[in-house]
C-alpha cells in the first residue's frame, strides 16, 4: 500500500504562481512513477504531469506545457508540481497518483493504482 499526501493548494490570481507537493509512503519512493491530475466542476479528471521512477522522464498534458514542472525528490519521498503563469482554468481540485513499476511516465488515470485526496486550486481573474 502507498499513502499520498498533496499541500500546497489554494488561491491565486491569474499570472501566479503555487507549488503542490505530494509525500508518499508505505513503499519505497524510488520505485514509483507519480502523476499529477486535476478535476474541474463538472469536468472528468484529467492528466496534468507524470514522472518515472528514476526521474529522468516526464510527461505535460498540452495546456501546462512550458507553465508546470514536475520533479522528485526522493529522499524527503515527495514529489512536486511548480505551476507557474497560472489561469483561471487551472482552477480544480489536483490529485497526486502512484503506480509501481519501470517505464515511461504513465498519462492515463486509470494505470494509477493509488491516489491522495486531492488539493484545492483556485486561480481569480
Known amino acids: 500500500q502507498v499513502q499520498l499526501v498533496e499541500s500546497g493548494g489554494g488561491l491565486v490570481q491569474a499570472g501566479g504562481s503555487l507549488r503542490l507537493s505530494c509525500a508518499a509512503s508505505g513503499r519505497t519512493f524510488s520505485s514509483l512513477a507519480m502523476g499529477w491530475f486535476r478535476q474541474a466542476p463538472g469536468k472528468e479528471r484529467e492528466f496534468v504531469a507524470a514522472i518515472n521512477w528514476s526521474g529522468g522522464r516526464t510527461n505535460y498534458a498540452d495546456p501546462v506545457k512550458g507553465r508546470f514542472a514536475i520533479s522528485r525528490d526522493d529522499a524527503k519521498n515527495t514529489v512536486y508540481l511548480q505551476m507557474n503563469s497560472l489561469k483561471p482554468e487551472d482552477t480544480a481540485v489536483y490529485y497526486c497518483?502512484?503506480?509501481?513499476?519501470?517505464?515511461?511516465?504513465?498519462?492515463?488515470?486509470?494505470?494509477?493504482?493509488?491516489w491522495g485526496q486531492g488539493t484545492q486550486v483556485t486561480v481569480s481573474s
Open positions: 497518483a502512484a503506480i509501481l513499476g519501470v517505464g515511461p511516465p504513465p498519462t492515463s488515470r486509470s494505470v494509477y493504482d493509488y
